[in-house]
């Protein structure tokens, strides 16, 4: 604190910014740079995601713990700590919701907060393609747009959520889509096309809004392999998302993909898509094994600690997780930050565990 800095300094600098800025110490947003430079950094970059599930379990708790460790991304501190609502309850007492989306998706839930299964969808029959509504493109308001600017003073921006795969298994049956990709029909590809269009006007108001990164989400694998053949990946989807990631880079702006699941054998596919760094399902793969490969690709990577270990696991498990796994990305000299997201019934003990010892690595 500035208490403890020796006066010579305060003589000599004007405030605690320049103060840091002569020792070494750096801003978020030179932090999180840096990072995807694979350049060493005075800390390691970290990330919290808000997390309402996390927030719902473990309440103010959770939220002293986001206070104390302060991050690089979002400021997540003053989000609300979700109450479910008195009439989502069934007969049984048991939580039950329905609600029906902007894509004209209707969702049940029976977790509160933890994603739900399509009840309704609106392209099961496919004479309804020619008819079918699209929401209006996010990102495009004022309020957004001065949400991002006020957040670039001290933070790095990374906003969006391009969900292609999910999202057409959202709004048809996730098998049919599955067999229609399989046999390439007409329809699929013009679904496809349709949500290409609608997500490439999203990622023009994030530009317009001048974010520093774009956010990509889609699940491909199961705990052991792909959902998909990379054959399909590589014909079908992969163009698509060549289309939307090119206007992003064209714009000066990074690629951050997100996908569950074991896809070690996408990888090569992300590296010739460019995205500039991978938020992978850490339990899915040797992670000796992918920090070499992504290291190697100079693809930056979002170190996300849940599974088992968090739910079940001693606080000194979780300890020795995170030191592994940095060890083997080592995440002292760049290229991997650490991404905190509280997932369903983590142990708060193990919550804590993994606050301490990410912070004593930063």
């Known amino acids: 604190m500035i208490e403890a800095i020796d006066k010579k300094f305060l003589i000599k600098y004007n405030n605690y910014k320049e103060y840091e800025k002569k020792r070494g110490f750096m801003d978020s947003r030179e932090r999180v740079f840096k990072t995807f430079d694979f350049e060493k950094t005075d800390q390691i970059a970290l990330q919290y995601h808000p997390s309402p599930r996390g927030y719902f379990e473990h309440g103010e708790k959770l939220r002293k713990l986001f206070i104390k460790y302060k991050d690089d991304f979002d400021d997540v501190t ?22 029906e989306d902007e894509f004209g998706i209707l969702w049940q839930y029976r977790i509160f907060k933890i994603m739900g299964h399509p009840l309704k969808r609106p392209l099961d029959d496919l004479d309804h393609i020619n008819t079918y509504q699209f929401p209006k493109p996010k990102y495009g308001d004022d309020t957004f747009i001065k949400a991002v600017r006020e957040q670039k003073k001290t933070r790095f921006v990374l906003k969006g959520g391009v969900t292609l795969f999910e999202r057409m298994t959202a709004v048809r049956r996730f098998e049919d889509v599955l067999m229609d990709m399989y046999s390439d029909t007409i329809e699929i590809n013009r679904i496809a096309d349709l949500f290409t269009e609608f997500y490439l006007k999203e990622i023009d108001n994030l530009i317009k809004a001048d974010v520093d990164a774009v956010f990509f989400g889609d699940d491909f694998g199961t705990q052991k392999d792909l959902l998909i053949s990379p054959e399909i990946f590589r014909n079908f989807l992969k163009p698509r998302y060549k289309i939307m990631i090119d206007k992003v880079h064209q714009a000066g702006k990074k690629v951050h993909f997100h996908s569950c699941g074991a896809n070690l054998k996408l990888l090569d596919d992300m590296a010739d898509l460019k995205i500039d760094s991978y938020w992978p399902q850490l339990t899915a793969y040797d ?9 190697d690709y100079k693809i930056a990577t979002s170190l996300h600690f849940r599974g088992q270990i968090m739910n079940f696991g001693t606080p000194d498990d979780v300890r020795r997780w995170v030191s592994t796994v940095s060890e083997h990305f080592d995440v002292k000299n760049g290229g991997s930050w650490f991404y905190i997201e509280i997932d369903d019934r983590f142990k708060f003990e193990n919550i804590e565990a993994l606050f301490e010892i990410i912070n004593e690595l930063r």
């Open 78 to 99: 003053h989000e609300e700590i979700p109450v479910i609502p008195s009439y989502a309850y069934d007969k049984n007492g048991d939580y039950y919701d329905e609600i």
């Open 287 to 295: 992670t000796r094994e992918l920090a070499k490969i992504l290291r």
